[in-house]
Nanobody
Framework: VQLVESGGGLVQTGGSLKLSCVAS????????VGWFRQAPGKGREGVSC????????YYADSVKGRFTISRDNAKNTVYLQMNSLKPDDTAVYYC??????????????????????WGQGTQVTVSS
C-alpha cells in the first residue's frame, strides 16, 4: 500500500497549485481521504477530506472558499486544488486514507489518528 503526493512547489501569494495523491494497492473509492499539513514548528492540521460513502467534503475554516478537494476513481487519485494561496499556507502537505464510517467522518475527519495510510508529503511554499 502506497500513497504518493505530488504537485507541491514554490508559488507567489495569490497563486495556485494542484496537489495529487495517487494510491497503489488501495482502492481509494472505498476510502475516506484527507489532506493534512504541517508547517515548521507547528502541529499537524487537517485541511480537507472527501468521504468514500457519498463524496461529502470537509474543509478547515482557514481554507474554505480557496481549496477544493476532489477524486478521480478511475485514476485512483485524490486532488487538492489550492487557489489564492497565502504565506500561511506554507507547509508540507500529506494525504492520508482510511475507512471511516459515514457517521464518524463529519466529526473526526481532521484527526490524523483516524488514518492508517499516509503519503510522504509534498512541500508547498508561498512567498510574500
Amino acid at each position: 500500500v502506497q500513497l504518493v503526493e505530488s504537485g507541491g512547489g514554490l508559488v507567489q501569494t495569490g497563486g495556485s497549485l494542484k496537489l495529487s495523491c495517487v494510491a497503489s494497492g488501495l482502492p481509494l473509492d472505498y476510502y475516506t481521504v484527507g489532506w493534512f499539513r504541517q508547517a515548521p514548528g507547528k502541529g499537524r492540521e487537517g485541511v480537507s477530506c472527501i468521504s468514500a460513502s457519498n463524496g461529502s467534503t470537509y474543509y478547515a475554516d482557514s481554507v474554505k472558499g480557496r481549496f477544493t478537494i476532489s477524486r478521480d476513481n478511475a485514476k485512483n487519485t485524490v486532488y487538492l486544488q489550492m487557489n489564492s494561496l497565502k504565506p500561511d499556507d506554507t507547509a508540507v502537505y500529506y494525504c492520508a486514507a482510511d475507512i471511516i464510517s459515514p457517521q464518524a467522518v463529519g466529526v473526526w475527519w481532521s484527526m490524523g489518528s483516524e488514518y492508517d495510510y499516509w503519503g510522504q508529503g509534498t512541500q508547498v511554499t508561498v512567498s510574500s
